[in-house]
């Protein structure tokens, strides 16, 4: 069988003719890109949404056990399972970032951290990234300090738990389904 001649990347990446920035909020930034493919083809409506790096952590206890939380989120409309996320603050660094919100969403503090992988939600529209860290040994030291419209359930779990959890789908958040699985990956 003949192998097929791989495009460099150069070959592959579109040219971006003209921007124009209809949302530009501090979480939150949308444009348009008028966008010419490899082949010649425009196209006059490409939206990008630009939102501030994010972070999340795969937080496990001195006792070994997980650190879940629970909240509502209005996009879908539901309660959801998730573990702990946030976005990192101008000056922050993606690690000093995953230790407040963790710190702020669960009072655990300490441990040893490590950073496990980085993703994207969505490459195709959206232009940041995820850290996802796993912290072990770490310890309730504080109470929550939520943001205002934060309303959150903190909990802990096995990791036998948390990998049933996994299988049952209990987790819709895919930027945390990852660094879960990879977690489960490299610990088992």
């Known amino acids: ?3 097929v ?4 990347d150069n070959e592959m990446k579109w040219s971006t003719l003209s ?10 930034k949308a444009r348009r890109d ?9 196209y006059d409506e490409y939206y990008i949404l630009s939102y501030p790096t994010w972070i999340n952590v795969v937080a496990e206890t001195e006792d070994g056990e997980l650190i879940l939380e629970r909240q509502y989120r209005h996009g879908l409309g539901v309660v959801s399972t998730e ?6 603050e101008e000056g922050e660094t993606p690690l000093q970032a995953a230790q407040r919100e963790l710190e702020e969403e669960t009072g655990y503090t300490g441990g040893e951290w490590e950073e496990i992988m980085i993703v994207s939600a969505n490459p195709s529209i959206m232009d940041n990234l995820c850290h996802c860290f796993y912290a072990r040994n770490v310890k309730k030291t504080n109470n929550q300090k939520l943001d205002d419209t934060e309303d959150i359930e903190v909990f802990l779990r096995s990791k036998e738990e948390v990998k049933e959890m996994l299988l049952r789908g209990e987790f819709i958040q895919s930027m945390m389904v990852a660094p879960l699985w990879k977690y489960f990956t490299i610990k088992d």
């Open 1 to 3: 069988m003949d192998k």
């Open 83 to 88: 573990i702990c996320a946030g976005v990192v």
């Open 34 to 42: 008028t966008v010419q493919l490899p082949n010649g083809k425009v």
């Open 5 to 8: 001649k791989q495009r460099s």
């Open 19 to 28: 921007t124009e920035q209809l949302i530009n909020r501090p979480w939150l």
